[in-house]
């Protein structure tokens, strides 16, 4: 089944909720920028059905 790609990111850093978006890229795979997961150690993965999972991570990080 086809899967929509943009996923939201939740997790707990700094006393705080942190949310981000990444996009699905493959079975196990999202991929998110640096800032998004900095901080967390357990992210998860909030599909836009409500579901949530949890992925092996690959962090884009900006070259600016």
């Not at 939201?8 to 998110?32: L, M, Q």
């Not at 998860?44 to 990080?61: A, C, D, E, I, T």
Request: hydrophobic residues 40%.
């Amino acid at each position: 089944s086809v899967r929509p790609s943009v996923v939201k990111i939740e997790g707990e850093g700094c006393d705080n909720v942190v949310e981000g978006s990444g996009f699905v890229a493959g079975d196990s795979a999202v991929v998110t920028n640096a800032h998004v997961v900095a901080g967390i150690k357990h992210p998860f993965v909030l599909y836009q059905n409500g579901k949530h999972g949890s992925y092996r991570w690959l962090v884009g990080v900006s070259g600016a």
